[in-house]
């Protein structure tokens, strides 16, 4: 996967899980930080969100990310503190979990563990 595509799954899966004010998250492999107002900025588009408060525990949804730069899709479902996908511009799957302020992902495509930070704010959602 490319780097803005999993900052945009560790983004959306934090918030989808932590239903908190996240409003950015920070990729510590890329040392950048991705917000709302970047994915809107970048045209990235969700379908499938829940409106209103998020994910019970319990709950198993799947959703559709669109990156509009180049159409690029990402397929991603979200299970408790768990997540999983698949990326079909790079072919390639990838899982991770949320745990405290901490979104960990792992891609299998670059066979390789990446960890982003959950900033908190004011709700966007």
Do not use: W
């Amino acid at each position: 996967m490319k780097p803005l595509a999993r900052a945009c799954v560790a983004y959306i899966a934090g918030r989808l899980i932590c239903g908190t004010g996240v409003c950015s998250v920070f990729d510590c492999s890329q040392e950048t930080e991705l917000s709302q107002t970047n994915l809107d900025e970048g045209g990235v588009k969700i379908s499938g969100l829940p409106s209103g408060r998020f994910l019970p525990a319990s709950s198993s949804l799947n959703y559709k990310i669109r990156l509009n730069e180049r159409g690029q899709n990402i397929d991603l479902s979200v299970k408790g503190d768990f997540f999983k996908g698949f990326d079909h511009e790079s072919s390639c799957f990838f899982a991770g979990k949320v745990s405290g302020k901490k979104v960990y992902l792992y891609d299998y495509g670059e066979l390789a563990h990446f960890q982003f930070r959950i900033m908190e704010g004011a709700k966007v959602f």
